[in-house]
T-cell receptor, first 109, second 112 residues
Framework: GEDVEQSLFLSVREGDSSVINCTYT??????LYWYKQEPGAGLQLLTY?????DMKQDQRLTVLLNKKDKHLSLRIADTQTGDSAIYFCAGSGANNLFFGTGTRLTVIP | DAGVTQSPTHLIKTRGQQVTLRCSPKSGHDTVSWYQQALGQGPQFIFQYYEEEERQRGNFPDRFSGHQFPNYSSELNVNALLLGDSALYLC???????????FGSGTRLTVV
């Protein structure tokens, strides 16, 4: 199966940009996803990128994909306290998703 | 438009018991997947159901079984519960275009 790795923690000040990084081992994923999980809740799909794209922008979110290095990143512009959560990157198998362990983002007011 | 709904939200069971969790997919979705999320971990794929058949299975023992009904809703059954089965169980649904799985809020299972 695919391994997906993320750093565990990230702290930023309100209004700054956050960058959450992810590396994966299986280059056959057709789509790569970013999900957000707030305490006690399920997963909310934030954005996804098709594997033949380098970048995707969606309002405050920018996803960068480096297929050569198998590296995915999520940039959140103007980070707000409501962005505090755990962020998961996930690769896609034929019928399933492979998740990292998640990055806990803490936004300091 | 209702998203994915799961029931119950919380459950406490004793070791050795059996449990059934339920999931209704998002309107228009015909595929249901189940994931187990242990505390502090990312979700792990259990299995996926499509057209009332198990289409793919992750690395979980046979104690974990499922079912999909003609209305696309699904059940996850776990037999002979172990303490290690304590986790958040997430249901995800998807349509024929296989991107953007929609997750429910999960069922928190505690085995004591």
């Amino acid at each position: 199966g695919e391994d997906v790795e993320q750093s565990l923690f990230l702290s930023v000040r309100e209004g700054d940009s956050s960058v959450i990084n992810c590396t994966y081992t299986d280059s056959s994923s057709t789509y790569l996803y970013w999900y957000k999980q707030e305490p006690g809740a399920g997963l909310q799909l934030l954005t996804y990128i098709f594997s033949n794209m380098d970048m995707k922008q969606d309002q405050r979110l920018t996803v960068l994909l480096n297929k050569k290095d198998k590296h995915l990143s999520l940039r959140i512009a103007d980070t707000q306290t409501g962005d505090s959560a755990i962020y998961f990157c996930a690769g896609s198998g034929a019928n399933n998703l492979f998740f990292g362990t998640g990055t806990r983002l803490t936004v300091i007011p | 438009d209702a998203g994915v709904t799961q029931s119950p939200t919380h459950l406490i069971k004793t070791r050795g018991q059996q449990v059934t969790l339920r999931c209704s997919p998002k309107s228009g979705h015909d595929t249901v997947s189940w994931y187990q999320q242990a505390l502090g971990q990312g979700p792990q794929f259990i299995f996926q159901y499509y057209e009332e058949e198990e289409r793919q299975r992750g690395n979980f023992p046979d104690r974990f079984s499922g079912h999909q009904f003609p209305n696309y809703s699904s059940e996850l059954n776990v037999n002979a519960l172990l303490l290690g089965d304590s986790a958040l169980y997430l249901c995800a649904s998807s349509g024929t275009v296989n991107y953007g799985y929609t997750f429910g809020s999960g069922t928190r299972l505690t085995v004591v």
